[in-house]
């Protein structure tokens, strides 16, 4: 049997590039035509999306997934059986599988499935504000250091490298415990300490599109700063950043069920899967599903945002010109 | 000791959670238990060692300046005696570094003999001399030696300490200004041990990690955030101790604690959450004591702010609280109804108080219409780890009960303090008082004199009228030298100030859990249940 | 490349100013401070502003900056409060079991991500490639913290085969002389410290290293799939080299640079970033050091300790961009 690596390096041959079939580069590169003018993304048709997805199961999966976990966020007040805050102190510490609470209860007699199905709500929120913040910030941030230069862009790139030169979970600590811990500082250390992350990436792009032909033919034109800025080069970016996104979003829930597990997040009694986990751990002896199933939901939820990010990477990777 | 124990018999035994075998065997207690079943004698046994799980080590030493329970109380209590000594298993002062002393007839003087014989960790002899240093560093601001950040003057009483005298080698004499019959249990608190001169000479206000007193063990290791290692002193007045060594082992994380205890690694703690007492209990190695309750756990009121101001919405809000729910949701059953300050341990326990902490919804809500508070949005502050945030959503709940709007933050103890100490930053506040000395004078000037931080910014009631009938009071019944005397002051002390001024709302009376490996004996229990970690009873079986 | 080091080791300074600064003003933002700290327990308020007076709390924000400036240029990061301890004396002893975990950790998640990716890429395509791919994306979607707790639920309350907690068992006698067990035990001739060491290191090191293997398998996947079909693997096949050297000399070398980029700056996040599994496993490292010293107030530790953190990662990060001259020549420039 030959070994692995014997393997790799026999199989020279270049691998079929084939409809659908996900490229074999993974670098982000900006949807344009091969004479470096701007091209539009192709229109895609909605049974194109569903062929696109039928050929990858776990794909579909993950967003069915997102999107079964958004809506039944979004519903918890319909869906759930009890209040999630209601401290029922007859019916405490329930196991699993008991007549009215399939999830149990907690010492507080609190229903555990409806503070699941309500759980996951700040940590969507969470995940998808402070992230579209960042993107908001460091587009504009990048786009001005990447096409204005000079001094403007060695002042905001320095400012990045500061945030930067700090492993993010502790900024994201000092700032929340600075603020106080509620959903709006939560949201902002999260979208502060991301903000880096999109400025340089956005940077990058838009020094290489800078020197494209139709950014060059824009200003011979006469086109003001803002307006090639903003109508030229800004769409092309917008693949990647959506694809950094993704993989973003999976971080900052990570990042915001981090904060709560130090207590430093959503406080109680309101339903947060992070902060289930912390409580939970008290009661592991007793009944370990309080500490477990909240971890696992965000678990499933992370991993299912990451494989749709996976699959966005190697569409926009593809260029646009592989899909079916 | 067996007169003290008073408990309420509703509350303990019917509101434990029922845990059937089948429960704590589905849970994985079977792998619990096979790790427990046949395993050898513990290492630490054998070597004579034990091994005491606390939340925080310094290692700064430095008696008075306050480092965290783990320095500042738990490893001090090994580490050094003062002039007197209280077990906490009965209230009585006994003399530790004093043979005895005597009060003179105004109760201003105090004279102590010091023990003869005794030495310290370095060898050098205990005299009068070294007391007279150890005390002259906290009063005296020019003293050479004079560790930055002490308050420890506030728990000799203050101003009230004028002047000590070295009277000669061993007689030592302290004078007070107005009497103060808790004088003599004051020098038993764990701030007030003595020092040796010559280690002072050595290392001048930087004692703190080298500290050298004359306790059961002496310091031999400490790294901050880990552990402190204490070894038996062999000229310890009292014998030298059983135990050889003991490791005070930071453990802050409370499963890894249990399993620490279960499986066998830890020998003893008092950090133990109270949600897993039960099933330490029942892992067959550990014993769960249940000690007397000496700490006070309540609600405290901003007399200033908003709807509190009004008497009657405090005094709804202390009949809204279900001490019930809380002993068994907050503690799980391992906490005790309380009267109202002081707690059946202590002096002026008088358990027909407990009315004045009974759930009374009708009472409340008419008290709430009156001061037509209906529907007011009052904020509550509470420390974010160990039982604060279980006990917040019991009593939240209980006070919406009443149709009052809570608004609760859960902080970090660093900003809770700071939120605390800041009239305007808070309106009701969860916190409790322990007692490092058994005297009821600890939970009373403190918290209530004008001038504390507690009365002008926590529950700023300084303003109120009842202030100085207040403080009168107080007064009167530290400086009482009759114990029954004292006994019914106090007792009277609390009824004013459950029935005028009400600026606590008494949640519990609790103590900090304490679990030990069976094959340990001597624990007291007692003492470890408010911090006081006496270990020269404990031996191995 | 020595005038982009010089160019990058010059900001260096200007970087870590800049960290201290902002946590200096975060910290103050922050509700109580150490006088708060130290009169919780005790009563009046003039001994409290005794407290605060012998603090150096009571001078302006900026007096207290300049003069903390000042004691740093002098190589003096000042002293805990809470400890009495310098700064420079905590440090020392606990940054070196960060980066003792930081490096265990770091080759769980290289010897895990290697060797999957390049199975994964010898197999492309087949049921090896997708579970792989599958694993390496749940074991990083992963909380930490509930990794971590699974992982002392298995091993240390199920199994009792791993301790659960610190660094070392409580009744091992360590004295340490560069705070580095490994060498310490060599240099000290006690072997009998490595075996608890490394018991009591692999719970933490596996959180870490699970958490981030996902992914290395996902970058060395992907770099070694792109190298593969790249022409000059093809011709050196068809000068008659043996898929093992082909494979060694000229894969291998390519395939490196991205996968040495996503080691590098994972192990520089994991200096700080650890923090949560030492937080869980109360692993004395500097991380949660940091953390406590921020619910402590301990300002002087909290500054110490973000400077050395921050420095550590600028400089490994740098490391790492200098170490793609040495993999890949074309990229020497003069």
């Not at chain 2, 322990?434 to 300084?462: I, N, Q, V, Y």
């Amino acid at each position: 049997m030959p070994t692995a690596w014997a393997r790799i390096g026999r199989s020279w041959k270049p691998f079929r590039i084939c409809k659908g079939k996900a490229a074999v580069t993974g670098l982000d590169r900006a949807a344009s035509l091969p004479d470096g003018r701007a091209g539009r993304p192709k229109p895609i048709g909605l049974s194109a999306v569903f062929r696109h997805l039928a050929r990858r199961p776990v794909v579909a999966l993950s967003w069915v997934i997102v999107l079964a976990v958004m809506l039944v966020s979004l519903l918890a007040p319909w869906l759930a059986p009890f209040d999630p805050t209601d401290q029922a102190t007859t019916d405490r510490m329930l196991p699993m599988g008991s007549d009215a609470f399939a999830m149990g209860t907690d010492q507080f007699g609190r229903d555990q499935l409806s503070r699941l199905l309500w759980g996951g709500r700040p940590l969507i929120v969470i995940s998808l504000v402070s992230v579209a913040i960042a993107i908001a910030a460091g587009f504009v941030i990048g786009l001005c250091a990447g096409y204005l230069r000079g001094w403007i862009d060695m002042v905001l790139m320095r400012v990045m490298d500061v945030i930067l030169s700090f492993p993010l979970i502790l900024f994201a600590i000092v700032i929340v415990a600075a603020l106080g811990p509620n959903l709006i500082n939560v949201i902002i250390a999260i979208a502060l300490s991301q903000i880096p992350v999109f400025a340089r990436l956005v940077r990058a792009l838009t020094v290489g599109e800078t020197a494209k032909e139709y950014v060059l033919a824009g200003k011979a034109v006469g086109f003001s700063t803002p307006r090639i800025m903003l109508s030229e080069i800004a769409p092309n970016l917008v693949g990647p950043v959506i694809v950094q996104g993704t993989s973003v979003i999976a971080v900052a829930a990570l990042y915001s069920a981090a904060l709560s597990y130090l207590g430093l997040g959503i406080q109680p009694p309101e339903p947060d899967w992070g902060y289930m986990v912390k409580e939970g751990q008290q009661l592991l002896f007793f009944a370990p599903s309080l500490a477990l199933v909240p971890g696992i939901c965000i678990a499933v939820f992370v991993t299912a945002w990451n494989f749709i990010g996976d699959d966005l990477r190697d569409l926009f990777a593809a260029g646009g010109e592989t899909m079916p | 000791m067996i007169m003290n124990r008073m408990r309420s018999p509703s509350t303990k035994t019917g509101g434990r959670v029922p845990v059937s075998r089948r429960q704590v065997l589905a849970s994985g207690a079977a792998g619990l238990g096979a790790a427990t079943l046949g395993l050898p004698r513990l290492a630490s046994a054998q070597d004579n060692t034990l091994v005491f799980a606390v939340n925080s080590i310094t290692g700064n030493f430095e008696p008075t300046v306050w480092n965290g329970f783990g320095d500042t109380v738990i490893t001090m209590d090994s580490l050094g005696r003062g002039l007197t000594h209280v077990t906490f298993q009965s209230t009585d002062v006994q003399g530790a570094v004093a043979e005895s002393w005597d009060v003179s007839e105004d109760g201003r003087v105090y004279t102590f003999s010091i023990r003869p014989g005794m030495t310290f960790h370095d060898g050098t002899d205990v005299t009068a001399q070294d007391v007279f240093r150890t005390f002259n560093r906290i009063l005296d601001p020019e003293d050479p030696t004079r560790p930055a950040g002490t308050g420890a003057i506030d728990n000799l009483g203050g101003d009230n300490l004028q002047e000590i005298e070295l009277v000669d080698d061993m007689t030592f004499r302290f004078i007070l200004r107005d009497p103060d019959a808790a004088f003599a249990a004051r020098l038993s608190r764990p701030d007030m041990v003595i020092i040796s001169g010559a280690a002072l000479d050595e290392y001048g206000s930087d004692i703190g990690p080298n500290l050298v007193s004359c306790g059961p063990y002496r310091l031999v290791d400490a790294t901050p955030g880990e552990r402190a290692v204490v070894e038996a002193f062999d000229d310890f007045y009292l014998g030298r101790p059983s135990v050889d060594r003991i490791v005070f082992q930071v453990l802050p994380d409370p499963l890894a604690l249990t399993s620490a205890l279960v499986g066998g690694t830890v020998s003893m703690s008092n950090f133990v959450p109270h949600s897993n007492l039960e099933q330490l209990a029942s892992s067959g190695r550990v014993t769960v004591h249940e000690p007397q309750a000496y700490i006070s756990l309540f609600l405290t009121m901003n007399a200033t702010a908003g709807p509190l101001s009004d008497m009657r919405v405090r005094q709804a809000i202390n009949y809204a609280v279900d001490r019930d729910a809380v002993i068994n949701e907050a503690f799980f059953g391992y906490a005790y109804q309380p009267a109202y300050m002081c707690t059946a341990a202590q002096m002026g326990y008088d358990p027909a108080q407990e009315a004045y902490s009974t759930r009374d919804l009708d009472r409340a809500r008419q008290l709430i219409q009156e001061a037509g508070a209906e529907g007011a949005t009052i904020m509550m502050h509470s420390q974010n780890q160990l039982f604060w945030p279980s006990l917040g959503q019991v009593v939240q709940r209980n006070l919406e009960d009443i149709g009052l709007n809570i608004d609760t933050q859960y902080v970090e103890s660093g900003s809770f303090f700071g939120i605390m100490f800041d009239k305007t930053q808070h309106e009701l506040g969860l916190w409790q008082r322990s007692a490092f000395m058994p005297d009821p004078d600890g939970k009373f000037s403190p918290l209530f004199f004008s001038g504390t931080l507690s009365a002008e910014d926590t529950t700023a009631h300084t303003g109120l009228p009842t202030q100085p009938e207040l403080e009168r009071r107080i007064l009167e019944a530290l400086q009482a030298q009759d114990p029954e005397v004292r006994n019914q002051l106090y007792i009277d002390l609390n009824r004013f100030l459950a029935e005028e001024v009400m600026v606590h709302a008494m949640l519990a009376n609790i103590y900090t859990p304490v679990a030990s490996q069976n094959d340990l004996s001597g624990v007291n229990a007692d003492g470890m249940g408010t911090y006081r970690t006496f270990l020269e009873t404990v031996s191995y079986l | 490349m020595t005038s982009e080091l010089i160019r990058r080791l010059a900001v260096l300074p200007l970087l870590l100013w800049a960290v201290v600064t902002l946590v200096f003003v975060l910290l103050r933002i922050l509700p109580g401070d150490a006088a708060t700290m130290l009169t919780a327990q005790v009563a009046s308020q003039e001994v409290r502003d005794r407290i605060v007076i012998e603090l150096g709390l009571d001078q302006s924000l900026w007096q207290q900056y300049l003069i903390y400036l000042g004691d740093l240029l002098r190589l003096d990061a000042g002293v805990s409060y809470i400890s009495g301890r310098s700064v420079t004396s905590l440090i020392y002893t606990t940054l070196p079991v960060t980066i003792e975990l930081a490096v265990a950790a770091a080759l769980i998640m290289a010897a895990l991500g290697l060797t999957s990716g390049m199975l994964a890429a010898a197999f492309r395509g087949s049921w090896i490639d997708v579970s792989v791919r599958f694993v390496a994306t749940v074991l990083f979607s992963v909380p930490w913290f509930w990794l971590g707790i699974v992982l002392i639920l298995v091993f240390s309350v199920q199994l009792g085969w791993l301790p659960s907690f610190g660094r070392l068992p409580p009744s091992v006698l360590y004295d340490p002389v560069t705070n580095f067990v490994l060498i310490d035990a060599i240099i000290l001739g006690q072997p009998q410290l490595i075996w608890p060491w490394l018991q009591h290191l692999i719970l933490p090191a596996l959180t870490v290293g699970l958490t981030t293997a996902g992914f290395v398998t996902r970058i060395t996947r992907v770099s070694f799939l792109e190298v593969m079909v790249e022409d000059f693997v093809r011709t050196a096949r068809m000068k008659g080299m043996s898929g093992s050297r082909v494979f060694w000399r000229h894969i291998c070398r390519n395939a490196a640079l991205p996968i040495v980029t996503i080691v590098g700056l994972m192990f520089g996040a994991m200096l700080g970033g650890s923090v949560i599994a030492e937080v869980v496993f109360a692993y004395p490292g500097i991380g949660r050091m940091m953390v406590d010293a921020i619910f402590q107030r301990d300002y002087s530790v909290v500054q110490g300790a973000a400077l050395v953190i921050a420095c550590l990662y600028i400089l490994v990060n740098l490391a790492t961009d200098l170490s793609y001259a040495l993999i890949d020549p074309r990229l020497r420039t003069a």
